[in-house]
């Protein structure tokens, strides 16, 4: 681990991590910047879902998507028409409906965080982790029945958001890693 760090230390010191770098197989104006279409809605009579929608990312976490979650959760608790709520990654429904669609959530963007690390932007940084942690503490904490449909990939923050549900569903295809846990032993 230690080696892992100094050599990270290494290269940040020579540049390699100063530039960012697109890892989505989709050119830059194609890239999905309608930040309320991170996160699509889907409403039945009693029900809500939330649906993580950056496939080509993994469905990884943004900021705007983390802060969108938490403001519609915290909406659909206080609706008392409501019975319970439902959180997954467009990869159910591709799977369901194409069979492509890879993740339930891959985690945090850690692409986009390094990023702003790199522009000395720490404290939107520090507001993403809060942010993510008030909405884990949340869903923790929530009153309603709510599902997580861990379908695809489930890595890091995406095990985070979905493992205090009080209800989670695994499928065949579902892979839960949690790297961060290794790092912090």
């Known amino acids: 681990m230690q080696r892992a760090k100094a050599v990270r230390s290494s290269l940040q010191r020579l540049g390699v991590f100063s530039h960012h770098r697109s890892f989505s197989a989709l050119p830059n104006y194609a890239r999905n910047d309608d930040l309320q279409e991170q996160v699509l809605v889907e409403g039945r009579a009693k029900s809500r879902a939330a649906i993580l929608n950056r496939p080509s990312h993994l469905n990884a976490l943004t900021m705007p998507m983390v802060a969108r979650l938490k403001r519609l959760y ?62 884990v503490y949340l869903l923790g904490t929530y009153v309603k029945p709510n599902v997580a449909i861990m379908n695809g990939i489930t890595m890091g923050g995406g095990a985070g958001i979905s493992i205090p549900a009080m209800f989670r569903v695994v499928t065949d295809k579902t892979h839960v890693k949690c790297p961060n846990w290794i790092i912090c032993h």
Do not use: P
Request: charge should be negative; hydrophobic fraction near 40%; proline fraction near 0%.
């Open 74 to 135: 915290e909406s659909w608790e206080e609706n008392s028409d409501l019975g319970f709520v439902l959180m997954k990654g467009l990869a159910a429904i591709l799977n369901s409906l194409k069979g492509s669609g890879r993740a339930f959530c891959s985690g945090a963007d850690v692409v986009a965080l390094n990023q702003l690390l790199n522009e000395g932007k720490v404290e939107e940084c520090k507001k993403f982790f809060q942010t993510l942690y008030k909405f």
